[in-house]
Every structure is written in structure tokens, then in C-alpha cells.
């Protein structure tokens, strides 16, 4: 896909990736459509940002309301004129035990991850069908393929993107229509605080800085790629996990040890 010229749509923009995905695609020559919570962070971002193709555009939206999706959509198409490319990455997550995870951050997780990623993606397939012609892409986690002990909620949520991703993509095989999944590591961003960050640390897995993640997303979507998946070894454990799960259950008894010190205690 030539990017010069696309109007893309952005969710999680003003995030550690997705600030950095948002310079590189204004420099690809896209026009974006800036979509986070705070309206200050996303101006700041679209004055720092090269323009070609039009003015970027602002959209501030609260992934945690029911109902956000469709208007979120009506306005970045009445300020862009039309939506190219839809990337999925607003995401929260939580690095704590089950129980000490309220209901209510479960319920806002699961709305943010999952149910408004799924909502913005039907809402825009009407117009993608219309001109046979629209790129999805889905910025998942390794965790999507690989349960992790104390990301239970977040895996669920990782899960369940993978598997709208493959679905989707087998919808539309007989369209234009193409559905990317990004599976990235652990990735330096404030998004992992500052015990999940320590924990990952002490059990030697790498964390990747936004810089690299945000270039393989755009090679991606360049090449039209269906699934990618970012790190070694966490990508060889999240394959070994679908053929294996017993040896890869033996292989995290250590890192669920290690985590215990690390752990957050609440998260309402």
C-alpha cells in the first residue's frame, strides 16, 4: 500500500507507540485523524506533525462510554472526507493478581480492548465495502497467543483481538479489504508502570522502544501483511504455546515467582 495521500484513522494517538506511529505516517505523506482522552496532548501532537495530503485532524473520545464508536466515526469522516486505514491501538493494562483487579477496571479494560475496537471496525465496513477497498490493522500483543500470569484480564482482552483479526480477515477474503494484526513484546511506553517494567527486568525479558514498534507497524501496513509478530523468544514461546501449552506452563512457574514482589496490590 502506498501511504501518500491515505486519511487514517488513529485511536490510542497521543500513547507512547502511538505518537511515534503518528510521525512516521505523516511523514509517509498520510493524513490523520488523532484519536485519544486528551484534547491538549492530541493539539500538541498535530502541530508537531509534517502535513501533505490536508491538515491532520483532532478527536478527542472516551473509550470507556458505550456508544463511542459510530459518532467517533461520523466526525473523522466529516473531517477527513473519508477513512482509508483504521488502526485499532488505544489499550490499557493492568499487571496485578486477578483478585486484586476491581470489576469495574475489568469492565473498562474489556470496553476499551475489545468492545470499542470491535464497534469502530463494524462501523467502518459499510464505506470499506461500498469501494471494496480498506486496510484494518489490529495492534494485539504477544500476549494475544501466550496467557501470562498477572495479565490474565489483559490476555483475555489480547485473545479476543487475535481471533476478531483471523475471523475478520476470513469475512472479507473474497473483498479489497485487508485486516493486519500486530502482536508486539513488552514495549518501553508509560502504559507499563514502573513494577511491571522492574518485573520484566529481573526475569530478562526485553522491552522494545516505541521507535521500533512503530516502524514495523508501518512496513506492515505497507506490505500488506497479515499477521506479524515482534521479539524473540516471546514469539517462538507464543507459537510453542499452541502446540505445547504444558511445556510453556513449566517454563512461566519461574516468572510467576519472580512477579510476586513486583505486583500491585489494587487497581480500581
Known amino acids: 500500500m502506498q501511504l501518500s495521500g491515505k486519511n487514517i484513522l488513529l485511536t490510542g494517538a497521543t500513547g507512547g507507540v502511538g505518537s511515534v506511529l503518528a510521525e512516521k505516517l505523516a511523514l509517509k505523506g498520510a493524513r490523520l485523524a488523532l484519536v485519544g482522552r486528551d484534547l491538549t496532548k492530541l493539539n500538541t501532537l498535530k502541530q508537531s506533525l509534517a502535513v501533505g495530503y490536508g491538515e491532520h485532524v483532532v ?14 466515526v461520523d466526525e473523522a469522516v466529516k473531517k477527513l472526507g473519508r477513512v482509508d486505514v483504521l488502526i485499532n491501538n488505544a489499550g490499557i493494562l493492568d499487571f496485578i493478581q486477578l483478585e486484586d483487579q476491581s470489576e469495574q ?13 470491535i464497534q469502530l471496525t463494524r462501523a467502518l465496513l459499510p464505506s470499506f465495502k461500498a469501494k471494496n ?6 495492534i494485539g500483543s504477544i500476549f494475544g497467543s501466550l496467557g501470562f ?26 473483498t479489497n479489504i485487508k485486516v493486519t494484526y500486530i502482536a508486539p513484546r513488552g514495549i518501553k511506553t508509560p502504559m507499563n ?3 511491571s517494567s522492574a518485573m520484566m527486568e529481573q526475569s530478562g525479558n526485553k522491552m522494545d522502544e516505541p521507535e521500533h514498534v512503530a516502524e514495523i507497524i508501518v512496513k506492515a501496513l505497507e506490505n500488506e501483511k497479515q499477521e506479524v509478530f515482534i521479539g524473540q523468544p516471546q ?9 505445547l501449552p504444558m511445556a510453556v506452563n513449566f517454563g512461566l512457574k519461574k516468572q510467576t515467582a519472580l512477579a510476586v514482589p513486583f505486583l500491585s496490590k489494587t487497581k480500581d
Not at 500470569?149 to 473474497?174: D, I, M, W
Open 193 to 195: 508502570d514502573a513494577n
Open 149 to 174: 500470569p498477572h495479565y490474565a484480564t489483559y490476555c483475555a482482552t489480547k485473545f479476543a483481538v487475535h481471533g476478531f483479526s483471523q475471523a475478520l480477515r476470513r469475512e472479507l477474503v473474497n
Open 59 to 72: 478527536i478527542d473520545a472516551n473509550f470507556d462510554a458505550e456508544g463511542v464508536a459510530q459518532p467517533l
Open 133 to 138: 477497498q480498506g486496510h484494518f490493522v489490529m
Open 235 to 243: 514469539s517462538f514461546f507464543a507459537w510453542l504455546n499452541g502446540v
Open 105 to 117: 477496571r475489568i469492565a473498562q479494560m474489556v470496553q476499551t480492548n475489545v468492545t470499542t475496537l
